[in-house]
């Protein structure tokens, strides 16, 4: 078995579930470990909000697996990140693919717990690298970071990289491409700038920089899947019983765009639209993220490989008119910016590589709406009775 099973971090959260579940249905002979802290749990409830859905514990969670798909290969541990116990995880358990889902995502609560984010998130993946460079730099590294890290640059977003051209002096060096044969990885600039807005944003930046530093120095060979906003409530695992359901915020911190404007149709809320509302982001279900996630377990890159993560593109605008659109009676109101952001911008993000190497998104918008409004509907009186989170 060595070499054989997955690591899956952040196997609590809203995708690391869902992937877990996807991972151990499509790989019935591996192991799927997850580990988690729990953090996401606390974090929401510090902010005064709950999972629109209610979701049971870990332990519950893999016990109900079993007990439907009839599979007991998922095993999670509640556990942080820590390199002693990654380095035994690896060894022992015969791990060939991490998949590091694990952070803290949200920009607005990083702005208020910059210290806190950039430690949880910077620390955990340096915690990680390490481990594999110690156990066996073979070991596949996937790890979700964000289309955020490119902020809303005046150009187009690619995930390339630009090289730096040789100074021509070298090229009258005798024997000149023996000498210098890590020129293009040791001189790699990321074509699209790294200008994320938020500190959670740059910490993803900077953990973009290490996985690229460490595939280049312990050749581990790595996915960056620099994900956009992920919407939804649930895939087909999580809707087979409600005891596989995973998570959905809506609050300030921790609930995205297109999810919180659903809560609040939901409960006669008039939709949140910051500022002017033309600001622009990738969107993708969360159906389609984790196929995503999965297809990328079997790729076969050997360096350092960064794919742009979305389907399609709306600015918060749009967003409130679909929304208001699936549900009759929806007021719109724009609300004084709580962010600092640019409200109105040039956003066209590159997706060709995703399509190509990690297959088509499938879900439209409104089929998305369609779903978290029916799923959402017995949940209503829950969302309700925390709706003064919506906005703290
Ligand atoms: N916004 C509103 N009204 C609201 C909530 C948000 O107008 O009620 C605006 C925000 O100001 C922002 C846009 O909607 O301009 C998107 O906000 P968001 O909270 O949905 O997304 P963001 O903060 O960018 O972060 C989320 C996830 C993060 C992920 C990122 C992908 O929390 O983990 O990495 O989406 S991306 O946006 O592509 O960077």
Known sequence: MKGNNILVTGADGVIG?????RLALKYPDKTIIGIDNNERRRWVDECGSVSAIPIVSMEERCLAFEEVTGQSNILLIGDSIRKSLLKLLLSLRGIGTVVHLAAQPSAPYSMKYPLYTLRNNNDATLALIMAIKEVNPKIRLIETTTMGIYGTPPIEIEEDFY???EPEAFEFLPGHEHRNPTYAQRHKLPLTPFQGGSWYH??????????????????????DLRLGVVIGVGTAETKKDSRLAT????????????????AQALTGYPLTVYGEGGQTRGYISLEDTVQRIVNA???????YLPINILDKCYSVREMAQH??????????????????????????????????LLGEPKDS????????????????????????????
């Not at 740059?202 to 996915?223: C, E, H, N």
């Not at 959905?248 to 404007?261: E, H």
């Not at 009759?328 to 190509?356: C, F, W």
């Not at 918008?365 to 703290?392: C, G, N, Q």
């Open 247 to 262: 998570r959905f915020d809506f609050d300030f911190n921790f609930g995205v765009l297109a999810n919180r404007f659903v």
């Open 202 to 223: 740059r910490s993803k930046s900077y953990d973009a920089s290490m996985l690229q530093f460490a595939s280049f120095r312990y050749g581990i060979p790595t996915v």
């Open 323 to 356: 929304v208001a659109k699936s549900h009759y009676g929806t007021e719109v109101q724009t609300v004084p910016n709580p962010r600092k952001e640019l409200e109105d911008h040039y956003y066209h993000p590159s997706t060709s590589r995703m399509r190509k």
């Open 163 to 165: 090289v730096i051209p």
């Open 365 to 392: 918008l409104d089929d998305v709406l369609k779903d978290a409004f029916t799923t959402l509907e017995p949940y209503k009186e829950r969302i309700a009775s925390h709706k003064e989170a919506f906005m703290k």
């Open 297 to 303: 377990v079997e790729l076969s890159n050997n360096g």
């Open 17 to 21: 579930w869902p992937v877990c579940m």
